[in-house]
């Protein structure tokens, strides 16, 4: 088949065909594929992805969405021309992999009082698989989330964490434990509505960030067969960055966190018992679909909720996640 098209289409046209979705690629095969070019974008090591693909294959579900079904609006092919060279040249940046030790990562840090080279955290430029070009992982739990992040010897994010990566200054966190989820949430958002900004500035813009997609006429609120991940690659919007170098927090897919109900319980400070879920961001349809409220330091409503390390946390069609690093 690709032998017979070759023939018929000059290579521009023909990369930008054998690039979209197929109903003939599985997610096994679609998988396979990504962690061949995460592995050589990133430098993993065989172990750690032994680790990763162990996990993958605990699901019937983790990947760049269900390949049935998911219509990408945009191509790697068509961002790398829309950047004039390759995503992963584009976006690296060499001062802050000194810092993080890994590509692809940021340090998070306060402006205020820090520079990069103070910060004790990093945090993944982009969603898993954190490679630019590359669509983004959904489908996955929260638990599954946790568990990638330490394959590689990153981590889960705390809630205040995404906060100061979006906001563009890393805060003491503030979580105010010993109340109930909902009202600690309730404390925290009317102690920063009054500063609310998003991760591209003090006014949301349509059209900045990867949330001029589509939802599957098909999706029937969230089924694996009727709902495509219909994700651009990761760095298709150069401006959808945050003050500190984070990119997609808004757009493509939302991001699970961990929002730790006491101290015992943040990945911050090295728990691996954690707390509840927390999902974080916008999502791939936001420029006609604004489903709810997304500024940086915002909580959500306790939706789909339950501990990050439950066998049955939440997974959806525009759920994924990304990765911290402590680095002191």
């Known amino acids: 088949m690709r032998t017979q098209i070759k023939g018929a289409l000059s290579g521009g046209l023909l990369a930008l065909l054998l690039a979209l979705p197929a109903s003939g690629q599985t997610l096994a095969e679609n998988n396979a594929r990504m962690f061949q070019q995460m592995q050589q974008a990133r430098g993993l090591s065989d172990g750690q992805m032994a680790r990763i693909r162990?996990?993958?294959?605990?699901?019937?579900?983790?990947?760049?969405?269900?390949?049935?079904?998911?219509?990408?609006?945009?191509?790697?092919?068509?961002?790398?021309?829309?950047?004039?060279?390759?995503?992963?040249?584009?976006?690296?940046?060499?001062?802050?992999?000194?810092i993080c030790g890994a590509p692809f990562m940021a340090p998070l840090y306060d402006p205020a009082t820090q520079r990069p080279e103070d910060a004790t955290v990093c945090a993944d430029m982009f969603e898993y698989p954190n490679v630019p070009g590359m669509y983004p992982v959904t489908w996955v739990r929260a638990k599954e989330a946790a568990e990638l992040c330490w394959a590689e010897g990153k981590r889960i994010g705390d809630a205040h964490e995404w906060e100061g990566a979006s906001h563009g200054a890393l805060t003491p966190p503030d979580y105010f434990f010993g109340r109930s989820v909902q009202a600690a949430r309730a404390a925290h958002n009317a102690k920063y509505q009054a500063s609310a900004r998003y991760s591209i500035g003090p006014q949301w813009r349509s059209g900045v960030c990867a949330t001029g997609s589509h939802k599957n006429a098909s999706c029937n609120g969230g089924s694996f067969t009727g709902c495509g991940s219909n994700t651009y690659p990761a760095g298709s919007f150069p401006e959808c960055r945050s003050p500190l170098g984070v990119y997609d927090l808004d757009g493509n897919a939302a991001e699970h966190m961990n929002l730790p109900l006491a101290p015992d319980q943040m990945a911050s400070r090295g728990s691996r018992k954690l707390g509840v879920t927390e999902m974080k961001g916008s999502w791939f349809i936001w420029d006609t679909v604004r489903a709810h409220t997304h500024w940086s330091r915002w909580r959500a409503p306790f939706w789909h909720g339950g501990p990050v390390l439950s066998a049955s946390s939440h997974h959806n069609y525009h759920l994924g996640f990304r990765c911290f690093k402590d680095v002191k």
Request: no cysteine; hydrophobic share 30%.
């Open 54 to 98: 162990s996990i993958f294959a605990g699901s019937r579900f983790i990947g760049q969405g269900n390949p049935a079904v998911t219509r990408h609006p945009m191509t790697p092919q068509q961002l790398e021309a829309k950047l004039g060279q390759n995503p992963r040249s584009y976006y690296r940046n060499r001062a802050f992999e000194r």
